[in-house]
T-cell receptor
């Protein structure tokens, strides 16, 4: 049990579909992150939410739309994706305390396939 | 240009021997270094970290070494076990507050295989 859950674990969608990925953390953390992992590439940071406020958008196309309604939940809304968007999407959370950032805890990821 | 590089895509080691995983970085602003382990179909799991004010940190079988002058980080696993077989990622970030928001930059990973 990592304390960070993601649903669904697998998702297959067409290019015209709209879907959402969900992430929930049960660790009392105050920052949440979306990462993309494509084959043979490093984890790429997509978005950062700090205390529910989006503080980073790492040049991500607008077909990916994040939402953070509270510090425990994070969504990634998907719309009109391309086949090259097929990847593992990972959510993570971390805690800022005592003037420093602590390590990030990851969820199991959602394996997305765009047809 | 990749800021964090793991130049060995894979490493094969015999059970009981030492595994040494390496990582090089270019950004001297990093002050916090981490290693993660990832099994297939799971998210990365935090293993061990080191602050830039140290050159070594140990946790059981895992030791991380930091050489700031060479901008080099390594993870030693002794003794290696078959259950250690996984992908290992190094990551760097800024530990202190400010605008970093705990962002991490990851290497591309090294696949470690420990043979019985």
């Amino acid at each position: 049990e990592t304390g960070v859950t993601q649903t669904p674990r697998h998702l297959v969608m067409g290019m015209t579909n709209k879907k959402s990925l969900k992430c929930e953390q049960h660790l009392g953390h105050n920052a949440m992150y979306w990462y993309k992992q494509s084959a043979k590439k490093p984890l790429e940071l997509m978005f950062v939410y700090n205390f529910k406020e989006q503080t980073e958008n790492n040049s991500v196309p607008s077909r990916f739309s994040p939402e953070c309604p509270n510090s425990s939940h994070l969504f990634l809304h998907l719309h009109t994706l391309q086949p090259e968007d097929s990847a593992l999407y990972l959510c993570a959370s971390s805690l800022y305390s005592g003037g420093r950032w602590n390590e990030q805890f990851f969820g199991p990821g959602t394996r997305l396939t765009v047809l | 240009d990749q800021q964090v590089k793991q130049n060995s895509p894979s490493l094969s080691v015999q059970e009981g021997r030492i595994s040494i995983l390496n990582c090089d970085y270019t950004n001297s602003m990093f002050d916090y270094f981490l290693w993660y382990k990832k099994y297939p179909a799971e998210g990365p799991t935090f293993l061990i970290s080191i602050s830039s004010i140290k050159d070594k940190n140990e946790d059981g079988r895992f030791t991380v070494f930091l050489n700031k002058s060479a901008k080099h980080l390594s993870l030693h696993i002794v003794p290696s076990q078959p259950g250690d077989s996984a992908v290992y990622f190094c990551a760097e970030g800024a530990e202190a507050g400010g605008t970093s928001y705990g962002k991490l930059t990851f290497g591309q990973g090294t696949i470690l295989t420990v043979h019985p």
